[in-house]
C-alpha cells in the first residue's frame, strides 16, 4: 500500500481558499486518491476521488499532476464548518472491496 | 437512503469486562469494516466481510476482538476481555461496488472507555 505524507495541521480564515497537498511517492499504476473528511464524534465522508488531472464536484476539487505522486485538495472560500481532518488516502479500487489506509490526516481550523 | 447504524453510541467499562458493539450497513452493500480509532490518530482497519465471509482479519487482535456477519447484514464486534488500550472510536463502515465512488460509508461509530 502507498503510503502518504500530509501536513499535520492547518490554519485559515473565513473565505480563503485552502489547499491541502499530499504526498505518495510509492502510488501504483492502478491506485486511486481519495480524500475524506472527519468531524470529531463522526466517522469520515467522502469527499473527492481522482486517479489523474483535475476532478471537481460541489465540495472540492483535486489536482493530481503526471507523476501523480502527490495530489492537492482544494477548498474554496472555506467557512467555520470546513473545520475538522482531511485524510489522503492512496489504494486499489475495486468497486467495494478496496482496501484503503488511513494516515494520522491534516487537521484544518478555520477562524474568523 | 438510511446510513451506516452503530449501537451503543458510548460505552464505559472496566478492564477485563466484556463488550459488544452493533453494525447495520446500507442496505445491499456487501461490504462491510470495523475501523479502530484511537484518539489523534485515523482510523485502523481490524476486519473486513464481503457477504457473511472475512476477507481481511490481519490487524484484528483475535486473542481477545472476535466479529461476526451471519447473514452477510448486520455485524457484531465484541471485545473479550478488555484492555485500557482497547479504550477508542469503533467505526463500522460499508461499501458497494454499486456506489460510482467507490468510497466508503462510515457510521457515527461507538465509543468505548475502558477504566
Known amino acids: 500500500l502507498a503510503k502518504t505524507t500530509q501536513p499535520i495541521s492547518m490554519d485559515s480564515y473565513e473565505g480563503q481558499e485552502v489547499n491541502i497537498t499530499c504526498s505518495h511517492n510509492?502510488?501504483?499504476?492502478?491506485?486511486?486518491i481519495t480524500w475524506y473528511q472527519q468531524f470529531p464524534s463522526q466517522g469520515p465522508r467522502f469527499i473527492i476521488q481522482?486517479?489523474?488531472t483535475k476532478v471537481t464536484n460541489e465540495v472540492a476539487s483535486l489536482f493530481i499532476p503526471a507523476d501523480r505522486k502527490s495530489s492537492t485538495l482544494s477548498l474554496p472560500r472555506v467557512s467555520l464548518s470546513d473545520t475538522a481532518v482531511y485524510y489522503c488516502?492512496?489504494?486499489?479500487?475495486?468497486?467495494?472491496?478496496?482496501?484503503?489506509?488511513f494516515g494520522t490526516g491534516t487537521q484544518l481550523k478555520v477562524e474568523l | 437512503e438510511a446510513g451506516v447504524a452503530q449501537s451503543p453510541r458510548y460505552k464505559i467499562i472496566e478492564k477485563r469486562q466484556s463488550v459488544a458493539f452493533w453494525c447495520n450497513p446500507i442496505?445491499?452493500?456487501?461490504?462491510l469494516y470495523w475501523y479502530q480509532q484511537i484518539l489523534g490518530q485515523g482510523p485502523k482497519l481490524l476486519i473486513q466481510?464481503?457477504?457473511?465471509?472475512?476477507?481481511?482479519d490481519s490487524q484484528l487482535p483475535k486473542d481477545r476482538f472476535s466479529a461476526e456477519r451471519l447473514k452477510g447484514v448486520d455485524s457484531t464486534l465484541k471485545i473479550q476481555p478488555a484492555k485500557l488500550e482497547d479504550s477508542a472510536v469503533y467505526l463500522c463502515?460499508?461499501?458497494?461496488?454499486?456506489?460510482?465512488?467507490?468510497?466508503?460509508?462510515f457510521g457515527s461509530g461507538t465509543r468505548l472507555t475502558v477504566v
Open positions: 442496505s445491499g452493500h456487501a461490504t
Open positions: 481522482g486517479y489523474k
Open positions: 510509492n502510488i501504483a499504476t492502478n491506485d486511486y
Open positions: 463502515a460499508s461499501s458497494s461496488p454499486g456506489q460510482t465512488n467507490y468510497g466508503y460509508t
Open positions: 466481510f464481503q457477504n457473511n465471509g472475512v476477507v481481511d
Open positions: 488516502l492512496v489504494g486499489l479500487v475495486t468497486g467495494g472491496g478496496n482496501k484503503l489506509t
